[in-house]
């Protein structure tokens, strides 16, 4: 064979071996990662090459050194000591804690109204059901922003003004300036009860596993409940009589043209705080009906057949088994929540969008204000998402 012939077969084996590397799957998707990356560099340093010439254009110095200037504004609500003579950072933290609190409790409260909402619509009461029905197509029919105006200009602002404050128990007054409630005011032994209250916490896990066992292993069941209850009631109650009761409470006092002393929580948390629980409850609702409708009917026939008590059935029966159901969509609920909590802003109330507004427009830091909003909801969002799926995880059938 000549060596031309030689060079012409190398070049065609050459030529097979480059068309079958460029039709293989594996290569390919190398190829085309190998790419995207290259283009989201390329991307990325394009948006950040242009930012920095329009910042340097306007003469803004980048950077996060303006947490550290003096804010000169100050917050209707703060969970820690604020005043005007308070840093943009601090001004931050204290929109960043508001908003962890009505995130919190709002979570709370429409977790408990949702599961009682989304249980009486599969009631046999027909008032009941009906009536659960009308709030669940109400609430979930209607914007959030609207029922934040809802609670806020129809009925707190409507409410008596300071001098004709409405006495509520315990020393509470309600008015359209907001709560007012005791203050309690915590002695230098009152950290003993806390310490109390973990320790019977921990004794209350280890008392409910010890009866997991004992049923486990002799079919004798161990009522927890009211051995939970007495330690968590019964052992702070000890030691905090025994502590000398180092607790007192600072009353709110009616004045001439207001109320001096106590606590106050403003009608813009209130509204924010109401109108995000009842709002969420009731798409929370239609996800423990739809988790309760998915147990198999004949769980419950089963257990009838047993002798139960339809309450044990929905409780014992029911409940643990259409938490398998819920929980993942109620996971998206508790993060919408808590995104929904920015809309704060079109009320006044200081969370964190409403503080780094403020932030963006005296210093006119955009870019590093919109970077500390991104990454702390973003944060919350993965926290909540990972407290989710790990209460999922402890809550699906174990498979042997």
Known sequence: MTHQALDSTRISRSGWSFQSALYDPTIRGIFFQVLTIVLLVVFVWWVAHN???????????????????????????????????????????????????????????????????????????????????????????????????????????????????????????????????????????????????????????????????????????????????????????????VAGAPLSFDYPIAGKFNLTGGSVVGPEFMSLFLALSFYTAAFIAEIVRAGIRGVPKGQTEAAGALGLHPSSITRLVVIPQAFRIIIPPLSSQYLNLTKNSSLAIAIGFADLVAVGSTTLNQTGQAVEVILIWMVIYLSLSVVTSLLMNWFNAKMALVER
């Not at 604020?82 to 508001?98: E, I, P, Q």
């Open 51 to 241: 930012t920095a010439v329009n910042l340097a254009r306007a003469n803004i110095a980048s950077g996060f050194g303006f947490l550290n200037g003096r804010a000169g504004f100050e917050v209707g609500q703060s969970l820690i000591a604020y005043s005007s003579d308070s840093t943009y950072g601090r001004a931050l933290l204290v929109g960043f804690l508001n908003t962890l609190l009505i995130a919190i409790t709002g979570i709370i409260t429409a977790t408990i109204i949702g599961f009682i909402i989304g249980i009486g619509r599969l009631s046999r009461n027909w008032l009941i059901a009906k009536l659960c029905t009308v709030y669940v197509e109400v609430f979930r029919n209607i914007p959030p922003l609207l029922v934040i105006f809802f609670w806020y200009s129809g009925v707190l602002a409507v409410l008596p003004n300071a001098r004709e404050s409405l006495h509520l128990p315990l020393g509470a007054y309600l008015n359209n300036r907001g709560l007012s409630f005791p203050k309690p005011i915590f002695g230098e032994t009152f950290w003993l009860v806390g310490v109390a209250l973990v320790v019977a916490i921990i004794a209350v896990i280890v008392t409910a596993r010890w009866a997991h066992r004992r049923q486990a292993a002799t079919g004798q069941p161990f009522h927890t409940i009211w051995a939970s209850i007495g330690l968590l009631i019964g052992l702070p109650l000890i030691v905090f009589l």
